[in-house]
Nanobody
Framework: VQLQASGGGLVQAGGSLRLSCAASGRTFNSFYMGWFRQAPGKEREFVAAIKWSGGSTYYADSVKGRFTISRNSAKNTVYLQMNSLEPEDTAVYYC???????????????????WGQGTQVTVSS
């Protein structure tokens, strides 16, 4: 499975961006797709996740109400719509796929089996 993240860029505070993560390779069969981010000098942190079957969504408290994760099953693509962006959202954003369905573990990077290459999001004040 290969994951290709795109959509990052430079935006002013209060602006919006939409990230995409396209999955390709062998038959895609993931329990969860997630977005994580990592700012310089900080650990990789959970942002949001979606259960592939059924579409249940999960968010970090810091982005709840501002970010929306969604998926297009026909395109094997996951999106992260980011609104009301803040300078604190500046980071490299990674998408990831988890083959195991353990909802209590979806906030931990070690749960995920495949990772995309990351896309830079920079929010200026």
């Amino acid at each position: 499975v290969q994951l290709q993240a795109s959509g990052g860029g430079l935006v002013q505070a209060g602006g919006s961006l939409r990230l995409s993560c396209a999955a390709s390779g062998r038959t895609f069969n993931s329990f969860y797709m997630g977005w994580f981010r990592q700012a310089p000098g900080k650990e990789r942190e959970f942002v949001a996740a979606i259960k592939w079957s059924g579409g249940s969504t999960y968010y970090a408290d810091s982005v709840k109400g501002r970010f929306t994760i969604s998926r297009n099953s026909a395109k094997n693509t996951v999106y992260l719509q980011m609104n009301s962006l803040e300078p604190e959202d500046t980071a490299v954003y990674y998408c990831a796929a988890a083959l195991r369905g353990i909802v209590s573990m979806i906030r931990f990077p070690t749960t995920y089996d495949y990772w995309g290459q990351g896309t830079q999001v920079t929010v200026s004040s």
